[in-house]
């Protein structure tokens, strides 16, 4: 039996049908909702992990099969181990290959917790290694596809990790009249963490030059870790 067989196997054992209708409540799987048609297993995240921890070594070619499977936790298995692979690697060349890989199914990546979990520790991480790179976040964020969009701002939580936000509020700019409820929850967040990780002073700068066109939800996200007279300022502005 192959190592893919086993793990198609070990999840569909522990499937629970109560939390799958759960899962698919919360992450809005209903017809015109952002996860139309994501089909859920009811795995909860700590099991998914454990799990992957044993299939660190499946080839991309089994990766690939995860990721075209219908039932999310299949693609979340899949890119646990693909984040495993990536900062395991050495060699430049192969995160290069696997981000290549990564950017080949960003249609797979197809829900936010599928986003948030992987694209800065996969892109973001590899765009800082190769700065020559970066143009990719222009093009994700200026995408037709919501994920897309979505990989492009969460990616810069790679570098506001590290100290440097000229990526976050170059993406948050360029997203600021998006009208989907999930993007303006990921540039505020991003905004957010620029006041915490970086400095105030840059978020307070982006704001006194962009709030009045940030949508509710956005800015609200961004001005959260402000003082109260702060918060009223930017949201009366």
Known sequence: MSDLTRLVKELKSQANAQQALNLQRFFKTGPGQYGAGDV???LKVPLQREIARRYMELDLKG??????SKFHEFRLVALLILIEQYQRATDLKIKGRLVDFYLQNTRRINNWDLVDLSVYKILGDYLWLVPNKKPLLLKLAASANLWERRLAMIATYAFI???RSTEALQIAKQLLNDEHDLIQKAVGWMLREVGKRVAEKKLLTF????????????????IERLNPEQRNYYLNK
Not at 207 to 219: K, M
């Open 40 to 42: 859920f297993l009811g």
């Open 63 to 68: 990766i690939q099969t995860l990721l075209n």
């Open 161 to 163: 990790q590290k100290g």
């Open 207 to 222: 704001l006194n030059q962009h709030a009045h066109r940030l949508p509710r939800t956005a800015l609200r996200y961004a």
